[in-house]
């Protein structure tokens, strides 16, 4: 009677084909298990596995590969206020049993360089085409031609609490949404909160801001961009506040992982660039986000904060085609973590994309409604609304009163002369509805309105 295979003699074996989606021949898994398991061995365990019916064969003779068989099964995971369900594709289940493991019974690894070289934008694709459709069709159910970013806009302030919030929690932040609607909205810091906490939230509201708002001709995919969001992102919260807007010079650990990012602060630096170079080139704003996702936080190219910056440079191609923003409302942490996980120890991504589709439907359901039921636009106000910030805001800083002479000495670079009159009554009307709950729309601080406003009275 042959041996029985444990599963510790098999574990080896279906680890291996982990890396292998499509199946693996039997010298390919020879090469992979090279000292682990001579070719006899592998050959009879396949055979046992197979039998087993935890590997599939297909194929005969020298076409043979074996493939780890595929359990679906939805999964369901915790969130602050409940549980949400999961439908995760097949391989996402593998990469899920792997990464659930103890830290000693998972391999050490280091960056694999080749994921990134063999990526060619346009032609290597990490979203199928069937889910790239799904996906353009629920986030711009309008079709009619509009300015870039104009969606991102319409719901500006329901995304700067949302993202604010669901992105920190990710981060293991305790603020709830309430508490940081009051912090966005009214400066109310939470009582009982760590300090490091309000940072961060307030370092994600003028983030997303910047990226919405303020950086027109700036912001995209470039290096001013990423560091200037991880400037943003990591105000007050680095160890090292010289490490803020800067890509790293030194080497990093990632709690939770065997994962080793790159040392060597050259290599990084040119790894940055080829990142970047890569995901300008790719012409699908959905694999464009997510590209980004994916190898932003494998590289891990400042100290800390690299997540939430992929988070939100992810949203860069999104708004700048006037999509749905991604929000990552109601994202499970642990399916977050498991997803990059995957990346980081088995460079495969199948469970963060089925993290990042599950979370671009939940932010679609959310933002499609509240964009639909916002009126249209006022072109007057939309053609000068930076003139608006810059005076209005200008007003309050300054501590002027609101008065038509005021108004046009701050306005004349940047509004016409045959749109001035019509522009000061705009003003004059916007300052009768002023106050702390709407001062985030002009970059106006919560400090500078009090001031100003008390000298009014």
């Given amino acids: 009677m042959p041996k029985r295979v444990t599963a510790a003699e098999s574990q080896p074996i279906e680890d291996a084909l982990l890396r292998y989606p499509d199946g693996a021949s039997v010298a390919e898994l020879h090469r992979a298990l090279a000292g682990v398991i001579n070719s006899r061995t592998l050959r009879r365990r396949l055979a046992e596995l197979v039998a087993k019916g ?15 068989a595929p359990t679906v099964a939805a999964t369901r995971y915790p969130v602050p206020n409940g549980a949400v369900e ?69 719901i500006l302030s329901r995304l ?25 909205r009214f400066g109310e810091q939470a009582t009982g909160k760590d300090a490091k906490e309000t940072q961060m939230i307030l370092n994600h509201k003028a983030a997303i801001e910047w990226l919405v708002e303020g950086g027109e001709g700036e912001v995209g995919i470039n290096r001013h961009t990423f560091l ?61 986000a997510f590209f980004i996702m994916v190898h932003v936080p494998y590289l891990q190219p400042f100290e800390d904060v690299n997540k939430r910056v992929s988070r939100l440079a992810a949203n860069i191609p999104l708004i700048k085609n006037d999509f749905c923003p991604l929000s990552f409302v109601d994202v499970p942490e642990r399916a977050y973590i498991d ?99 709407n001062i985030a729309r002009y970059r106006i601080r919560l400090s500078d309105y009090r001031s100003w406003n008390n000298a009014r009275r």
């Fill in 228 to 288: 200037n969001l991880h400037a943003l992102l990591s105000e007050n919260l680095m160890a090292d506040p010289e490490a803020s807007g800067r890509l790293r010079r030194r080497p990093v650990d990632i709690g939770g992982t065997v994962y080793t990012p790159i040392a060597v602060p050259q290599v990084v630096d040119e790894l940055f660039m080829l990142i970047l170079q890569k995901a300008a080139l790719i012409g699908d704003p959905f694999e464009q």
């Fill in 160 to 184: 700067l609490v949302d993202f604010s919030w669901a992105s920190s929690l990710l981060e293991g932040n305790t603020y709830t949404r309430l508490d940081t609607e009051r912090l966005i």
């Fill in 86 to 154: 999961l439908k995760l594709t097949p391989y996402s289940h593998h990469i899920k049993e792997y990464v659930s493991r103890p830290l000693a019974a998972r391999t050490p690894c280091g960056y694999e360089r080749r994921l990134l070289d063999e990526y060619v934008p346009n032609r290597t694709a990490y979203l199928p085409d069937k889910l790239k459709v799904h996906l353009h069709k629920i986030g711009n159910p309008i079709q009619a031609e509009r300015a870039a970013g104009t969606f991102a806009r319409d």
């Fill in 339 to 437: 997803g990059y996980l995957g990346v980081y120890e088995m460079t495969r991504m199948e469970l963060l994309r089925d993290v990042f589709a599950w979370a671009y439907e939940r932010s679609c359901r959310r933002y499609v409604v509240i964009r639909d039921s916002i009126a249209e636009p006022d072109l007057f106000r939309l053609k000068y609304r930076k003139a608006l910030i810059d005076v209005i805001g200008g007003i309050v800083r300054e501590g002027k009163e609101v008065t038509k002479q005021t108004i046009r000495e701050l306005a004349p670079a940047i509004v016409e002369p045959a749109d001035m009159e019509q522009f000061v009554d705009l003003v004059e009307r916007e300052f009768t509805r002023l106050d702390e709950g």
């Fill in 54 to 68: 935890r590997v599939d064969r297909r194929g005969e003779g020298r076409a043979t590969r074996y493939i780890h």
